[in-house]
């Protein structure tokens, strides 16, 4: 059972529960504090682990260091416009711990880390407890364990919603050394020189190189599967691994991650047939990023089939690719409009187990989950965001989507309702970014 600390029994207030310190749930705390409210957050590492975490520090990015578009003509862009006017932790210790990264958003993972454990641990209505908890708490709380819940939480929430959760495998793009690199072979550029224009590296590949990466690619041996895994092998669309896109046909890759439309390699003048990129993936640059590069193969097939990339040669990786399974609840039979569990209204859930897909979505449903469980202590009747914004289309996709066949899914403009007035507008860069300024408008005032 969750116990209340000294120094909460000192503040004269039981706060509130808030299990998980990830994004969504350092944002969830955050949100709840910052409205004056006691809370306690509780996160299990370095107690327990997970086989993806490799530190026990909060807000841990485990897979990309990139928080995606930060143009508001995108909708994750809009959503973080619309975060940062609520007061967002994230996206704030994002942009101040911020790589080049063209038009993304990308950190440093440990500055970004440090910095949001930083104002998490010195805010003072904010306790932390290093604990696994197992039990849903009695009163108002908040579950944010992420996609990696514990067994035993797991299991006490599948009681509760009785039928098993879903699955899906995410993957882990790998991270090589910067000075292992042939730089010779590389050439800096952006797609379409977006952000300063040389924001990342670029390897290409001429069309017999390619051909010969997708030969060896399909060829190689993959990490077995663990046997609670092969009850469903399904991974999320957004971040199929490398070998199974490949299985798709053999240009598929060619037109996903390894794409060279808006590249010119200037030492030929010409655009390559394939390219691979990479992203910077700390300050000082020691560490770069295979973008979309997540993969299911042993290490050391991935050793052999990646240095077969020009530039990657020699490669040293830092951190090799990786296939996890995720779990999520089937939001639209078990979650209400304000992230409340319909079985037990006293818990609001926040992250990507809510069925959103992303760091920034993630994020985002914690300081939702945040500000209306503020707000009802307040004595308010809060309501979700408008169904017009970013925020309020993760909330449609999470409560109106149908039940059967739920998948996860990151922010799009499908998801937010497009006003009547603005669809008579024909250009869809023009009717976007009349979306993003009324999202933006309306926004706002939830926030009051």
């Not at 993959?222 to 669309?237: A, C, G, P, T």
């Not at 009747?381 to 169904?387: G, H």
């Amino acid at each position: 059972m969750i116990e209340v600390s000294e120094r909460e029994k000192r503040a004269g207030e039981a706060a509130i529960p808030v299990v998980g310190a990830g994004l969504a749930g350092c944002e969830a705390a955050w949100q709840l504090a910052e409205a004056g409210l006691p809370v306690c957050l509780f996160e299990m590492r370095p107690t327990r682990t997970t086989p993806v975490h490799t530190t026990d520090g909060f807000a841990e990015l485990v897979c990309s260091n990139s928080l995606r578009g930060d143009s508001p003509g995108n909708a994750v862009g809009l959503l973080k416009r619309e975060m940062e006017c609520l007061g967002s932790l994230i996206i704030k210790s994002a942009r101040e711990t911020a790589l080049p990264a063209g038009g993304a958003l990308a950190v440093d993972r440990t500055l970004f880390s440090e910095r949001v454990g930083e104002r998490i641990s010195s805010h003072p209505l904010i306790t932390i407890e290093r604990m696994e908890v197992l039990d849903l708490p009695q009163g108002p709380a908040i579950i944010s364990t992420g996609p990696l819940t514990s067994p035993g939480l797991h299991a006490t929430l599948q009681s509760l919603l009785g039928e098993e959760a879903l699955s899906f495998f995410d993957a882990v793009a790998p991270v090589v050394a910067a000075d292992s690199l042939v730089h010779d072979r590389l050439f800096r550029a952006s797609r379409y020189d977006k952000g300063d224009g040389a924001d990342y590296l670029n390897a290409p590949l001429n069309r017999e190189q390619y051909e010969a990466f997708i030969d060896q690619l399909l060829a190689a041996e993959r990490v077995d599967f663990k046997q609670f895994e092969q009850e469903d092998i399904s991974f999320f669309e957004g971040c199929l691994p490398i070998e199974v896109m490949a299985e798709r046909g053999r240009d598929t890759l060619r037109f996903g991650p390894m794409k060279p439309v808006g590249l010119i390699d200037p030492n030929t003048g010409i655009r390559p047939w394939a390219v691979v990129q990479l992203r910077q993936d700390d300050l000082a640059a020691d560490h770069w990023n295979l973008v979309g590069f997540q993969t299911k193969l042993k290490q050391i097939e991935q050793k052999r089939v990646l240095r077969m990339i020009p530039g990657l040669e020699e490669a040293r990786f830092a951190r090799f690719g990786m296939v996890h399974r995720n779990t999520y609840i089937n939001a639209p039979a078990h979650i209400d409009p304000l992230l409340r569990l319909v079985q037990k209204p006293a818990i609001r859930v926040a992250g990507q187990m809510t069925g959103v897909e992303g760091y920034v979505e993630s994020a985002a449903t914690g300081l939702m989950a945040g500000r209306t469980l503020a707000s009802e202590f307040k004595g308010e009747s809060p309501q979700a965001p408008p169904a017009e914004t970013a925020m309020g289309g993760l909330i449609r996709h999470l409560t109106e989507r149908p039940a059967a066949g739920f998948q996860p899914s990151n922010i799009t403009w499908g998801l937010l309702r497009c006003p009547e007035d603005l669809r008579r507008i024909r250009s869809k860069r023009e009717r976007r970014a009349a979306q993003a300024e009324r999202a933006l408008e309306l926004i706002g005032g939830w926030g009051v």
